[in-house]
Each structure stands twice: as C-alpha cells, then as structure tokens.
C-alpha cells in the first residue's frame, strides 16, 4: 500500500494543477482560426491563436465545435433560408402573452464556428434570463465579408449584410413578438467586424451592436445614428489594437482609438465605446483579463432601441 506520504504528495500535485488550470482560465481563445494549443504573440492565459489558410475550405460549421462544449448537441435549430444559407435558431423560451422580445444575432470569427461563440458567451442560457430570442449567423466557409476582411467571403464579395436582413425576416416570421426596435448584433473578431460593417449598413434595422477584437475594415455609411461597443485587447497581435497591416488577413486596419471618431464624421449622434483588456486576441471571460465580455455587451445592448418601429421592409436589398 502508498505511504501517507506519497499520498499527501499527490494530493498535492493535484491541487497545484487543479490551481493552475482555474487560473488559465482566465481569457478564452476564439481565434481566428481553431488551433487553441499553437502559439501567437500577444495570446494571453496560455490560449493560442492562429488564422486559417488561405483558400482552405474548413469542417462544416454545423458540426464543429471545442471538444467537451457544454452545449453540444444541444441547441437545435439549423434553418435553411430560401436562398440556400443557414443559421440556427435555437428554440426559444416561451413568452408572456404580449410581450416583445428583442432579438440577439452572433456571428462568429473567421474560422470559427456558432457553437464556439456558444461556448464562451453562453447567450441561450442569458436569452432566456432576460427574455430574448437569440440567433447564430454562419457566414460562408467561416468567413464574413465585412467590406475589407477576411478570407472567402471578402474575396468573392459575399452579401452577407443582406443575408443578415434576411437572417432578421425568418426570425420574426418563426418567433412572435419580436420587438423590431430592440434587433441586436453582437461577434467575436471578422464577426465583430461584420457586426460594425451591418450596423453602419442598416442602422435603422440593427439598434446596437458589440464586437470583441474588431475593426472597422471599411467605409461607413451612415445615415442615421449607430450604437457600439468595442472590447479589445491591448496585447492583440491578430487585429492589432494600434491597427497595421496583417498580411495574413491581407487586411490593413486603423488603430481602435480612430473608431469613435471616423464613425462620427459618417453618422452623426452615434454612440461609440471602446473598453479595453490587457491580453491578446481572445474573447474575454474575466481572470487575467480583468473583464467579462459577455455580460458587459448585455449591459450596452440593454440601453438601445430604435426611436420608432422600423419602417423598412425586411428582405435583402431593402432597409437603410
């Protein structure tokens, strides 16, 4: 039989790792990309980062996802849209009689999927807390085009803000009680960027939007008031905070603290924030990065709605 000796020792050495992992856990990777072990400068709590290969054609993002994800299997609802694209719409909780609810889009980053969004932002269970209806955008072979980045969809010019649109109109068609003034947007990385791209497309459609390691890639339309928040780390080397040019993206983006001002200039009375965490590229949940954003991007969406019902009709082309 062990010594008591040996068996204090290994209690212990289960205790540190035990420790360990817990402090690890601190910011969650969602890379641009899947490979959580590979190492990115900038990374932060020991979680990797890398970006897909250019022109590679990923696992269907219907059915990948991080091994052990709590939700796996969980959340049913892939719909097909009449032009042949899909999202999932999760069955969503039973609703007061009369109520509107607001609706929660998430879209994922380049080469990542909806259930990893899942995973780290737990928005299901959050929707149904407060009510909500949420949905999950899948863009083509991961990717958005969000009118300069990234990948696929960016090369071949994908409508994706009008798949978005479309996205909006099935929702209410399958869910009663949508609130049309309270349609929000939220994603992590080439989703933030489409986030903030739809946002400054639609912005009488979308009432608010928070992204996590974005950009604004291109122009922004305006025309009417925005509403977005910003969460970036400091030590982000994927989509730099102080912007460059990422050749692997083949993308050049501005630093985030120009965003406040360059949206002002194209739509006037808008709200623009910008918070920021001192790790890398990763979705953070608290620890090291010292702020939770999931429930930080609840708080802001919570405070905007569309002054008025929307007026504009729901399919693609339509809107502004």
Known sequence: MPSRRRVRLAALVAGVLSLAATALGGCAGLGDGHDRTAATPGASAGVGVRTPTPGATPASPATAGPPGARHAGALPGQVRLAGGREYVLPTPAPARAGARRPLLLVLHSFGGTWRRMEYLGQFQATAVRRGYVVAYGIGARRSWNAAGCCGWSNAHHAKDVEYLVDVVADVRRR????????VYLTGFSNGAMMTLH?????????????GVAGALVGRCRGGAPIHYLEIHGTS????????GRV???????????????????????????VRTHPCGHVWPVGGRCRLDAAAIGWDFLRR??????AHQVYRAGTGR
Do not use: K, M, N, W
């Not at 739809?198 to 928070?210: D, H, I, K, N, T």
């Not at 982000?236 to 912007?243: C, E, L, N, S």
């Not at 050749?247 to 623009?272: E, Q």
């Open 175 to 182: 869910v009663p009680g949508i609130d049309p003034r309270r």
């Open 198 to 210: 739809a946002l400054c497309e639609r912005p009488r459609l979308f009432a608010a939007g928070v």
């Open 236 to 243: 982000d080397a994927v989509v730099p905070y102080d912007g």
């Open 247 to 273: 050749d692997r993206l083949h993308a050049t983006f501005p630093p985030v603290s120009h965003l406040r001002g360059t949206i002002a200039v194209r739509a006037p009375g808008s709200v623009v924030e």
């Open 304 to 309: 905007y709605a569309l002054p008025s019902p």
